[in-house]
């Protein structure tokens, strides 16, 4: 993560005015923690150190930078055996000595580099395109591949974004690369898995586009990121809060038929199914569905989202009926032979989107599957060889954590002796009508 904390005791620190070293600039919360850096922290030793490194977040990114690439080399060395980098033509690069990377689609022999040859393609390209003013700045060669034209992921995104950070750290905070180059950098630590670190950098973004006032559509994007972490993260309410929000915002802004209105509303009822507020993901959904379907392209990537996140709260609600089953099939049923065409059989949404028709089609076969008894009936269940406990009914359709995704238990029992248990198929071999007591 990028210094948004005091070296000595974590204190989050205000983004511009914080008490510094004033030779390697380091910042600190205040007098006591920077002494106490001095004399016990070893400062005295590093700071000449770090100095020389450009200063404290220039020093801190280059050593993360060169960690990054270590971890990315490492990761892909397996898959680079015996290549060589399609920019420098070598395998061992001539200066870092770093091995090579592969992080894009490119497949066979295409695709192997250098995360420093990528940077340095990236920087020279940027920095063309700024000498000449040109309107198409190429800042998309710091995270999409040349070759296939498909974004970098995991690690490599990651070494990619310690890169472009320390590349454009120096400049002007107002100055686009700077800003930019912090997105990159939380990109690639959200790639990479590293979601705390992320959201620390994405934070810091926000709090610069803030203070130098960039149009409102550009704070709300980074806004958004960062709801998408606190979901990442399993802070729910955090991210609740903030979509609704950015959410609203849109609204204002746009209007309902946005493509970002429909993308914020897709990724609020998603937060809301992660809270258990099905009913209210699904009323959101409703409403936007009919909005997507009239202004976006059938092939949009996100008609499939929506119908996807509509689902999910759907099917996952505990209190589904079989009408909302019946609905959630239709609807996979409506979209799953455009996404085949449109995106192929092997992208994971295709994927996806037939595994969750799968999985409705089969609920929704058991439950209309008349079950032979209602809540409240007298069973008797098979608890071993041979043996038979009595219980009451007292739920159907019963599911519990730990249970395989979408599999509903169809009754749930309360033995006589107080112990819940439940049938997992309707069948005698599982669960029977007790006898009723001999006529005396
Ligand atoms: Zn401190
Ligand atoms: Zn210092
Ligand atoms: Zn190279
Ligand atoms: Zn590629």
Redesign the pocket.
């Known amino acids: 993560m990028i210094l948004t904390q005091c070296p000595v005791c974590a204190a989050e620190l205000p983004p511009l005015s914080a008490k510094q070293c004033s030779r390697c600039k380091t910042r600190y919360c205040g007098a006591d923690c920077q002494k106490q850096h001095w004399e016990a922290g070893g400062h005295d030793q590093l700071c000449k150190k770090i100095r020389r490194g450009g200063g404290a977040e220039q020093y801190n990114a280059n050593k993360k930078y060169t960690e990054a690439v270590v971890v990315a080399a490492e990761a892909c060395a397996e898959d680079t055996k015996g290549q060589t980098c399609y920019i420098c033509t070598q395998a061992l690069h001539w200066k870092t000595k770093e091995g090579l990377v ?1 992080g ?3 497949r066979g022999t ?2 192997f580099a250098h995360v420093s040859c990528l940077a340095e393609q990236a920087k020279i390209l940027v920095a063309e395109s700024e000498e000449n003013n040109l309107d198409d700045t190429q800042w998309h060669r710091w995270y999409k ?6 974004d ?1 992921h995991g690690v490599v995104s990651c070494a990619l974004g310690w890169a472009c950070w320390k590349t454009y750290l120096g400049r002007p905070e107002a100055d686009w690369t700077r800003w930019c180059a912090m997105g990159q950098l939380g990109r690639g630590l959200l790639a990479s898995e590293h979601y705390e670190d992320a959201l620390s950098v994405q934070e810091a973004e926000l709090s610069t586009l803030r203070r130098i006032g960039v149009p409102e559509g550009q704070m709300l994007v980074a806004q958004s990121n960062i709801a998408n972490t606190y979901d990442l993260l399993g802070r729910f309410e955090e991210a609740l809060s903030m979509r609704q929000d950015t959410y609203s915002r849109w609204l204002k802004l746009k209007g309902d038929a946005h493509e970002e209105t429909l993308r914020e509303a897709t990724s609020c009822a998603i937060t809301l199914s992660n809270l258990h507020r099905y009913a209210e993901a699904k009323a959101l959904l409703r409403k936007m569905i009919p909005v997507a379907r009239r202004v976006l392209a059938e092939s949009d990537d996100l008609q499939f989202r929506m119908r996807m996140a509509c689902n999910r709260a759907l099917c996952e609600d505990p209190a589904k009926t079989l009408d909302d089953l019946r609905e959630a099939v239709s609807m996979l049923e409506e979209i799953e032979p455009t996404a085949r065409r449109v995106l192929g059989g092997a992208h994971p949404i295709t994927a996806g989107i037939e595994r969750d028709l799968q999985e409705a089609r089969e609920v929704l076969r058991s439950r209309e599957t008349p079950l032979r008894f209602k809540v409240g009936d007298r069973v008797i269940c098979c608890g071993g060889p041979n043996h038979w406990e009595s219980g009451t009914v007292i739920k159907l359709w019963y599911t519990e954590d730990g249970f395989a995704q979408g599999f509903y238990a169809p009754y749930q029992v309360e033995l006589d002796e107080g112990r819940l248990v439940f049938a997992p198929d309707d069948s005698d071999g599982c669960v029977r009508r007790e006898a009723p007591p001999e006529a005396s």
Not at 145 to 150: A, T
Request: glycine content about 8%; charged content about 15%.
């Open positions: 592969r894009c689609a490119c295409a695709g591949c040349s070759l296939c034209e498909q970098y």
